[in-house]
């Protein structure tokens, strides 16, 4: 079996993977903050961990996968500055922090359904762990890692020598400085808060009591404690999005070593890349236009097309997004899908994976979760005349595992919402025997992409 290497963010290369217990994975992922729906940009990242935690499995290894949901205000920025997010979500839709927060969580919980995301073993909120981060922030006091003003307990940058480590701030040192607002409390232009009871916002709704006075944790803290808590004092890999290394990871690195005093918390880091909307244009839930799954299947994409397009980009590599590439993965998941339910197994009904298209394709998962080569793979098994159907279909069933695209599922036909009005529409002028209306939409349903028929029930449409 071909070893697996893994891209650790930390050492900027390519390693062997090794776990600390042989046989056992502790994996953390950072999870959403669910004060509004996640964009498929934020998806493609957990898509990446699904893929990782789909890779470690085949390898034979167990996998303790956790996840946080950030449920309590997260600020924009950690310095006290920007928006708190989850207090906008509820200004926006005029309900409490916690109705946002709950109603998100299940929207988050249902496109990871909708992506075949395997769900984690562990799903811990934020809002359910605020003594876990009280008692980290403790342990940083006494180890003096903190210093206290104007109310709030701030990180001190300066007694924790590793800080930056794995943004490597010592060299990009001004490039990541300036991405954080100056704070007049702060010592140093690094430091971070750790406990608010100060803020801006004065309606926070979400408040509890601390050695410190009443009022509510920083964001990084939540990971760091959480991890801790569910996964001990070391654990092997813990993921994100790669806008996380600056801040968010670099922080949690000197809560938890800060803490615990045991090095290294982490030993593989891993981050996916953006998907951006051309020229660079990063997708970000703060700006207001974001593509969201609803938004995909209301132009009638279904949820795995989108997990296919995102399997034809390396998880390292930006991903573009266009409407012709999604048609184009759309119609890839289609006759692939097509394929897969034509192998009709004749003479043994059962085959068995064929060794050497198992193998290759083990090298590509492996060789730090290649996941083009490893679709093309797929398709180079189906039209591969050599291999017998019931071969084929054994094969590609195991192929899947990884791929979690459901190709053995029958094909269904997601009809786009403004498709389906112009069939009730002509539905309506076939009763009313309006047939020169009924021709125009018809002209109309076809010139967007469809085949229209005439049933027993009316109009049916299928894609072409
Ligand atoms: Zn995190």
Redesign the pocket.
Known sequence: MPELHLYNTMSRQKMLFEPRDPGEVKLYC?GPTVYNYAHIGNLRTYVFEDLLRRVLEWNGYQVNHVM?ITDVGHLTSDADEGEDKMLKGAKREKKTVWEIAEFYTHAFMHDMTALNLLEPHIKCKATDHIQEMIDQVKALEENGLTYTAKGNVYFDTTKFPDYGKLAQLDKQELQAGARIKVDKNKKNPHDFVLWFTKSKFGDQEMQWDSPWGKGFPGWHIE?SAMSTRYLGSQIDIHC?GID?IPV?HTN?IAQAEGATNIKPWVLYWMHGNFLVLGKDKKMAKSEENFLTLKVLADKGYDPLDYRYFCLQAHYRKELTFHWDAMDAAKTGLRRLREKVCALVPNGSPIGSPTGLQLEKFESAINDDLNMPQALSLAWELLDNPDISDADKLATIKKFDTILGLKLDEPITHAIPEEIQKLVTERDDARKEKNWKKSDKLRDKIEKAGFIVKDGPNGTEVMPK
Request: some cysteine; aromatic content about 0%.
């Open positions: 950072c946080n990971c994100g996380h968010h949690e």
